[in-house]
């Protein structure tokens, strides 16, 4: 706490990771890109998880657990998925140590090595198909609604807390359907349940849209995506649905009888969010004092902080403020009241900036003598003093608007850094200089996706699904188009 | 559920392990060793998780999550650990796969070995006390009470689902202390809140005791458990909390400064209870029709059957259904209509009594003229009829005194199951005969301890807490001891 954060304009990326250690969301472990996330961060995860746990179960999925570890073979058994997962990924070749002959330590014994080596799993369609395979037979047997938690490894060369770990958290749906409709509803669903938890859980306003080929998921008929726009203007992929098509029930051999009693392939999809938003949501709001937390998903929604001298006020204050803490618990807002000794006020009210507590409130002996109360939001930092009885519904309004306002803050950033554009010269100025969602013609071919990617670094983030129908020029070669996509310089 | 289940008199292994996959609890998986948790029985272990996550959150305790990889040079850091830990693991020894050269598939790319390898997690106490180094500087960061929920791999050789397998689900806590008695109080503290569950929501009784020095957790100064008796007269370890002592802080150099300024090793306890409890539950209180399930964890308490012909009967049933539906929904009750058109009601009779829902009602044409409702428990199996107007009042006391009927009979079985022997002769009688757990006196070494598990594979399952000082010759030797101590087989 002793200095600032690195301020956002002079060095977003040491803001950013500053900001993760110094606010206790998580920090590197011994092993390389494998992040610990500690106890105030992964706090903020659990209402994540919780919230998504709740949506999902309300539109009928269960959870369910699958191995770790996927044979190696499988992962050769879809064609596409092979090339996109069985790259860079953790292999276990051995299942025994032993005593170093020298006495110093252990080591590997070379006898206890796998017939066949297991991999840490990237993604688990492939476990989880040749699982389904054993459990539908019959069109009775489907939908099969099925998500798991889990911890998944892609061994990332260069990682980010959150953002690109090698091991990381994450949910991911696996879900079976008799219909191809019926399975792409499902994407949609799914896209759309994303789209409402970031845009009213996390504040954070998100483009939803299907991927081109090029960024398609490994064995997806069709990648659907919600894309964010952080504050230094590059856009964050926050979660993806695809259509599997029949590609793995085919490497699997995962066949169904349908009411007529003839057997067909059955039709997947797939869809996942991971620790990622962590990294998604602390870039969306926060600023040079610290982390800003959506009321929805903040640990602590209200810090109570006495300023006091000696036991015999702080107990007066306590008494106070029990009051109020426990009427704010019987209205569901978590209120945290701290009476530490060993810290002074300001040392707190900078700790709880940086933690981005949405609301504080502060009670001293001037106040008893008043009956007032100082609420601060830090959204905005305003503060400002209250008469004591209203405080409680004073917060409680406070938490919608600072719900409402970082949203509307987030959105009209959007806004401001969203930019048509329509020749090419144009589009790397506008992403040399300002960044952000750039709205441009197309030809619709890979291969002039990859030229802009190569020339400018930039990527097609999707096609938006609520496009209008305009004709244009692609930008890059002029061939003509109907709608123009997001590109955007991306994590 | 064509035909029934083995019966427990008959092969109580078989009987456990059909029971496991038809109730569709859990399946062996491709990957040996490693079991998938299908949606039923993972609904059951999500019940457990919120009832133990709120206990530890109750009691001042957090989670976060650490790496599951963990350098192969920690294991040996704490002397006795790597004796217990270092052996049967999974080990990654590669980062890479690449395309085979004879086109087939994907091998291991030989370039991309480790430097180190590393161990996927069989418990986190080296991993977590490396981080625990940079967290303590001071007793103002003391107690530090973190809790993680994680998969953990120990590479067995002869697995059973749920009670053995290479990757399991648990929850590990490791808190960190400045003085030996408050480590110890929190060692108590956790053994206490497992039994406590153990007893009020499994319904299972347990005996809580302290291990001998043999059957310790490798590097912990004392070892407390719980211990439950199974229907087949043998002991299943349910949950085991450690006091570290200093071990661990020494070990990775963990030092805190205390009010004097003076600077001392920390003190240490881990504590966990892992999927092997759905064994325990599984095994305590089902039957030769299949699983009962106390109502505190059952994913369905209630299910209505409807017994209908025709459309529009399932209408006039669902509609007075609906009612009751919703008044126990209103007290927190879960319920299940099943109106599936396409099984008969025996065949679901049968199937929620094989997956252990504990009451069923059932309602047709019948009852509605005559304003009844059939109201059955699966503990005891009887069934009654009652007035519709009286079915929620009844469905709640029910539920109530399902819970206690199943502990008592489980208590009752135990009771029945508990024998006091001075000698050994009639310990090993008891052994090869009723088995359960046997009360004896025991001369405190582990040499004695080693010679009876050899000659009679039981061992000392623990020193219970509430153990008698009473004077006693040992069984096996002789010599004499002053209280007795729990022996079993054991899962
Ligand atoms: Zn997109
Ligand atoms: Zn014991």
Known sequence: MSKG??????????????????????????????????????????????????????TGHSNAYFP???????????????????????????????????????????EAKLEEELIVRPTSETVIWSTY????????DLPLLVNQWANVVRWEMRTRLFLRTAEFLWQEGHTAHSTSQEAIRETEQMLEIYGNFA???????????????????????????IEALMQDGKALQAGTSHFLGQNFAKAFDVKFANQAGQLDFVWGTSWGVSTRLMGALI???????????PPALAPIQVVIVPIFKGKEQLE???????????????????VKFDDRDTQTPGFKFAE??????????????????????????????????????????QVESLLTDIQQNIFNKALKFREENTTKVDSFDEFVKILDTKGGFILAHWDGTSETEEKIKEETKATIR??????????????????PSTKRVVFARAY
Not at 462 to 479: R, S, V
């Open 5 to 58: 954060l690195p301020k956002r304009s002079e060095d977003y990326s040491a803001w950013y990771n500053e900001l993760v250690k110094r606010a206790d969301l998580a920090e590197n472990s011994a092993v390389r890109g494998c992040m610990v996330i500690k106890p105030y961060g992964f706090s903020i995860w659990e209402k994540m998880q919780s919230v998504l746990d709740k949506m999902f179960k309300d």
């Open 68 to 110: 770790l570890f996927i044979p190696k073979s499988y992962l050769s058994k879809e064609a596409s998925h092979v090339e996109g997962f069985a790259k860079e990924c953790a292999v276990v070749t051995h299942y025994r140590l032993k005593n170093s002959p020298d006495g110093k330590g252990v080591i590997v014994d070379p």
């Open 133 to 140: 395979k054993n459990w539908i037979q019959s069109y009775r």
């Open 199 to 225: 845009e009213q859980f996390m504040a954070m306003p998100v483009v939803k849209g299907k991927k081109t080929a090029n960024e398609r998921f490994a064995g997806a008929e069709d990648t659907y995506c």
């Open 283 to 293: 870039m969306a709001h926060s600023d040079d004092e610290g982390l800003v937390l």
């Open 316 to 334: 007066l204050i306590r008494e106070k403020a029990d009051v109020i803490r426990k009427q704010l618990l019987a209205k569901g807002i978590s």
């Open 352 to 393: 709880y900036e940086l933690k981005g507590v949405p609301v504080r409130l502060a009670l001293g002996a001037r106040d008893l003598e008043n009956g007032t109360i100082e609420i601060a939001r830090r959204d905005t930092k305003e503060k400002k003093s209250f008469k004591i009885e209203e405080a409680v519904t």
């Open 462 to 479: 999707c096609i938006p699904l609520d496009a209008k129908e305009e004709p244009g020029k692609c930008i890059y070669t002029g061939k």
